[in-house]
């Protein structure tokens, strides 16, 4: 089997669900359940031996320690993380307690795991570092796109946290001989993307009927790549990836924030038009600019597209109609969210803007 961390947030259950939609290798699903991680994502594998789910802290040692003993896995897929730039921004504490002390113990335990299996084990045995293009900084507008080699230069508290995981995860592999893979992967849109992080949190507040808060002037520019497209990405990297290598993950898809939101509203526009005729798009509302804001992101590909020849299946346009019909179609997973912790997030941070 393989052990999954961080597998009830956005990313990883949509790992987890693809994997097992794809093969039946059971997952074992480690997951502490911050407000981030929502056990409803993976309702589908209700009754389904093949997922094994425990909550739980990447950093406890003890725990991680018995996980591995009695499940043996083959394999460490590590998504779990804080993940939200404008909370690292707040509160940068639990990042470094979890991206950078969390990593590194999970590390420690793998690696005391690792070197006590036999050896043919030993040699298939993997662990994946999913990361993010955060690390590499911002880019000016003519720059080009971040490649394997680029310097880290991050930013905020969050992409200096995974830049200090991304670094443990490589000295693992230097100094131990722990066999790792990092990926490095832009931004990711599609179901289960927790209502804070622009895409989903426009979608939901244009049926609401709330502003849409564009930070600044909103030309900054993300590289947008479809979740499904993000997991098959990691699924070949851990089959074929060469150990200690790591691969940038992106769709070639650029876009400033303020057309993806004029994107969104338009599909609405098509598919939920506002009952009193008006177009979602006059919601826009500019608000007061992030700390510290990264300009623009951008992933040169081509490397994981070469080596493991991996391509994504979605364009942005199939993968954001997809996305907002999604939503459309899950208002309870919406409103069950939103009754949360998440609430009095929202009302902490716009309520100054
Ligand atoms: P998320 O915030 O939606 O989910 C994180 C999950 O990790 C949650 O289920 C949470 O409960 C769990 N978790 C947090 N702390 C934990 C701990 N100490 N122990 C165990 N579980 C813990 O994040 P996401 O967007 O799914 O991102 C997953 C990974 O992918 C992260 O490592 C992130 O840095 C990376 N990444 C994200 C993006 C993106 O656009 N979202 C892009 C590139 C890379
Ligand atoms: P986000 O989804 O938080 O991802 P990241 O900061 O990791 O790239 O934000 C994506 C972009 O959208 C980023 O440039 C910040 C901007 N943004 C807004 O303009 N308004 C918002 O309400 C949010 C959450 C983000």
Request: charged fraction near 25%; hydrophobic fraction near 40%; glycine fraction near 8%.
């Amino acid at each position: 089997m393989i052990l999954v961390t961080g597998g009830a947030g956005f990313i990883g259950s949509n790992f987890v669900l693809d994997w097992l939609a794809v093969q039946d290798e059971p997952v074992l699903n480690l997951d502490k359940l911050t407000y981030a991680g929502n056990l409803e994502n993976l309702a589908a594998l209700q009754g389904d031996a093949r997922h094994v789910f425990v909550q739980g802290d990447i950093g406890d040692p003890a725990l991680v320690r018995t996980l591995l003993a009695k499940h043996e896995p083959r394999a460490v897929l590590n998504f779990a993380a804080e993940s939200h730039v404008d909370r690292s921004i707040h509160a940068p504490g639990t990042f470094i307690d979890t991206n950078v002390v969390g990593t590194f113990r999970l590390l420690d335990e793998v690696r005391a795991y690792w070197s006590e299996l036999p050896p043919a084990q030993k040699e298939a045995f993997r662990f994946l570092h999913v990361s993010t293009d955060e690390v590499y900084g911002s880019l000016a507008p003519a720059d080009p796109a971040f490649g394997e080699q680029n310097r880290y230069e991050p930013n905020s508290p969050y992409s200096a946290s995974k830049a200090a995981s991304d670094h443990m995860v490589r000295a693992y592999h230097h100094t131990y001989g722990l066999p790792v893979l990092t990926t490095n992967c832009s931004n990711n849109y599609g179901p289960f993307h927790f209502p804070e992080k622009l895409i989903p949190l426009v979608i939901v507040n244009a049926l609401a009927g709330k502003p849409l808060p564009v930070y600044g002037d909103g030309q900054q520019i993300r590289d947008w790549l479809y979740v499904g497209d993000h997991c098959s990405a990691i699924r070949r990297v851990l089959e074929a990836g060469r150990v200690g290598e790591t691969y940038n993950v992106g769709g070639w898809n650029e876009k400033p924030n303020l057309d993806i939101v004029r994107t969104i509203c338009a599909l609405l526009d098509e598919l939920r038009p506002r009952a009193d005729g008006r177009r979602y798009a006059e919601q826009v509302a500019f608000v007061k600019d992030r700390p510290g804001h990264d300009r623009r992101y951008a992933i040169d590909a081509r490397k994981i597209e070469r080596e493991l020849g991996w391509k994504p299946a979605e364009t942005f346009e199939t993968g954001i109609r997809k996305t907002v019909q999604w939503y459309l179609a899950h208002a309870d997973w919406v409103q069950r969210v939103q009754s949360g912790a998440y609430r009095d997030w929202i009302a902490q941070q716009y309520a100054a803007a």
